[in-house]
């Protein structure tokens, strides 16, 4: 069964830190195109950040640039999402999701239509 499960959301202060995992079974991860997208209360869904399975390049949102870093442990068949300095805007629901075709042509983090396998998400609240 194809699964993606995200875990280490929680409440954290505003300057806070949290790292959010996501765990696959029955693929591999580092064959696809990983993204981990976030949808706040009344916003639509925002690609945080993504990693290509090609060259391992990366791609942030200017909302969390020099604030967050994605990584993937292969051995693990996990991949992370440290967030640092978190704000109250960071507050939504984080999801991850794999794009299984990983067209060459597209950016690093294309559209969320483009992911097929999604996780349940997991909520981060920044707040004080």
């Known amino acids: 069964q194809v699964q993606l499960v995200e875990s280490g959301g929680g409440l954290v202060q505003p300057g806070g830190s949290l790292r959010l995992s996501c765990a696959a079974s029955?693929?591999?991860?580092?064959?696809?195109?990983l993204g981990w997208f976030r949808r706040a209360p009344g916003k639509e869904r925002e690609g945080v950040s993504c990693?290509?399975?090609?060259?391992?390049?990366?791609y942030y949102a200017d909302s969390v640039k020099g604030r967050f870093t994605v990584s993937k442990d292969n051995v693990k068949n996990t991949v992370y999402l440290q967030m640092n300095s978190l704000k109250p805007e960071d507050t939504a629901v984080y999801y991850c999701?794999?794009?299984?075709?990983?067209?060459?042509?597209?950016?690093?983090?294309?559209?969320?239509?483009?992911?097929?396998?999604w996780g349940e998400g997991t909520l981060v609240t920044v707040s004080s």
């Open positions: 990693i290509s399975s090609r060259d391992g390049s990366t």
């Open positions: 999701a794999i794009d299984l075709v990983d067209r060459r042509e597209l950016p690093v983090c294309p559209p969320y239509r483009y992911f097929e396998i």
């Open positions: 029955g693929f591999t991860l580092d064959s696809y195109r």
